[in-house]
């Protein structure tokens, strides 16, 4: 197995010796966890009979399969930059989990997982527009793989699609990277899309760092309603906040039937019409704040008709004058009342939470830069090589993360309803899927044990992995 290097006795203690050896350890056997739902889901078999590699295969050492699970793992197990798989590239469980082969083959020398730069090359060769195409569908593809088969293969009835931007700091000069005085951060300003009953990730699109909120969501939201109706649901109906609801998006939703509801900003005719509700019956004030509702007709001088607003009048404690807040939304009385329509909306809280987990847990890092190829195969090229689509690449790094995300988060369900209690995808990676384990060989078997401190934890989820019913659309 190699030579054993000592390398500390603690002072503390001197019965403790701290030692490097060559045994098979691996700190992240969760990638063997997340391959297995991979492999069940049957994903990246749909990506790969979808993608274009234009590479000599004679010269291919890593096919695109593995180049995905290589990609998707280390971002689910935590490590987010390219540089990592280097570190990582004997490690036997992420090799196990990245191969494409099975036995012991991937432990077997030249199995490593792919270097820094063949990952860089993979990036670039996704952010292809077909490519990238293909791997934006796969982020729905398998959300809704993931809700079919916890439901027994069967569709949901109706969802709710919450829309909403996600500033993304970067620490350099990426293409299309802007200074906002709104988060006052250099960032990226992509549009993310989840499910409000399920907190799937369904879509992120790159945006520029200075564009509004709403630039580009129409189209956006169009794209992913009809992707969903095929594969997801029968009906979606979308939420929005107070920085979408644009003319020009209203009337394209409801010239599709797509139902929404949205927080509507404050403005002088609103304040105007609200004025009479903003007084306090007579009496003394109850205990606990109040709150009332109230139906009103609106039209912005940009809307072609009058809608539906819910005014929202709120008394806060310690406070003089009464709050309020508008929403406008697309369903009449008959089919939700002011209160129902209200529950409805303020549910939007799980959805900043998912996302908030994506940029905290997952924390894609977009830093992928135009320098055009200066060497190849450790020589110049004979001919000037073109710099690589940047921001396209960087596009291409946060669906792995949405890719990552799914993973997990298919996991995260399934642990959840194992033990009966909440799960977050911190807590998964730290407890479940970064728990310490050691490949033990023997003959043409393998086995991977893992530390006593997650081995309740595996033991409880991975029945419920086993049980899901993975079907196609």
């Known amino acids: 197995m190699g030579e054993t290097l000592q390398l500390a006795t603690l002072g503390f203690n001197r019965s403790l010796r701290i030692e490097s050896r060559a045994d098979r350890l691996t700190g992240d056997p969760g990638a063997v966890l997340l391959r297995e739902i991979l492999e069940r889901s049957g994903i990246v078999g749909w990506m790969t009979a979808r993608l274009k590699d234009p590479r000599s295969q004679v010269d291919v050492t ?3 399969a593995s180049l995905i699970r290589t990609g998707v793992l280390l971002a689910a197990q935590g490590w987010r930059d390219h540089d990592d798989a280097d570190g990582l590239r004997h490690d036997p469980a992420f090799r196990l989990a990245a191969s494409s082969s099975a036995g012991l083959t991937p432990l077997a020398d030249g199995g490593g997982l792919a270097s820094q730069p063949t990952l860089s090359r993979f990036t670039a060769l996704m952010a292809e527009p077909a490519n990238l195409k293909v791997l934006r569908e796969a982020v729905l593809e398998i959300a809704g793989r993931g809700i079919r088969a916890e439901r027994g293969g069967k569709r949901a009835r109706c969802i709710t699609l919450d829309v909403d931007s996600a500033p993304i700091e970067v620490h350099g000069h990426q293409p299309k990277t802007e200074w906002n005085g709104h988060y006052a951060a250099r960032i990226y300003h992509p549009l993310i899309t989840s499910i409000a009953e399920t907190g799937d990730m369904l879509d992120a699109r790159l945006r520029a760092g200075n564009v509004g909120t709403a630039d580009g969501a129409l189209d956006v939201i169009l794209d992913v309603v009809d992707r969903a109706r095929k594969s997801l ?5 979308v939420r929005i906040d107070a920085g979408f609801p644009s003319a020009t998006l209203l009337a394209g939703l409801e ?4 139902d929404y509801v949205s927080r509507l900003r404050a403005n002088p005719v609103l304040d105007r019409i609200a004025e009479p509700f903003l007084k306090r019956p007579p009496g003394r004030r109850p205990a606990e704040p109040r709150m009332w509702l109230y139906d009103l007709r609106y039209q912005a001088e940009t809307w072609a008709a009058p809608r539906r607003v819910i005014l929202v009048v709120k008394e806060r404690e310690g406070d003089l004058l009464l709050d309020r807040f508008f929403l406008v939304t697309s369903l009449d009385w008959t089919r939700q009342t002011r209160s129902e329509v209200l529950a409805h909306y303020r549910e939007r809280g799980k959805a900043e939470g998912h996302i908030g987990e994506l940029k905290d847990v997952l924390a894609p890092a977009l830093s992928s830069t135009n320098r055009a190829k200066s060497h190849w195969r450790g020589k110049k090229p004979k001919s000037a090589t073109p710099a690589v689509d940047a921001f396209a690449c960087n596009e291409v790094r946060l669906l792995i993360a ?3 995300y799914e993973v997990m988060h298919i996991a995260r369900r399934a642990m959840a309803k194992a033990t009966g209690t909440g799960w977050s995808l911190r807590r998964l990676r730290e407890r479940v899927l970064r728990a310490g384990a050691r490949l ?5 078997r393998m086995v ?5 401190a997650a081995a309740p934890f595996w033991a409880a989820l991975w029945p419920r992995i086993m049980a899901l019913r993975w079907t196609d659309p």
């Open 62 to 64: 890593h096919d695109l």
């Open 233 to 237: 649901c029968e009906v979606a109906m």
């Open 255 to 258: 010239a599709r039937g797509i």
């Open 402 to 404: 949405c890719l990552a």
């Open 440 to 444: 033990v060989i023997s003959g043409r």
């Open 448 to 452: 991977l044990a893992i530390a006593s």
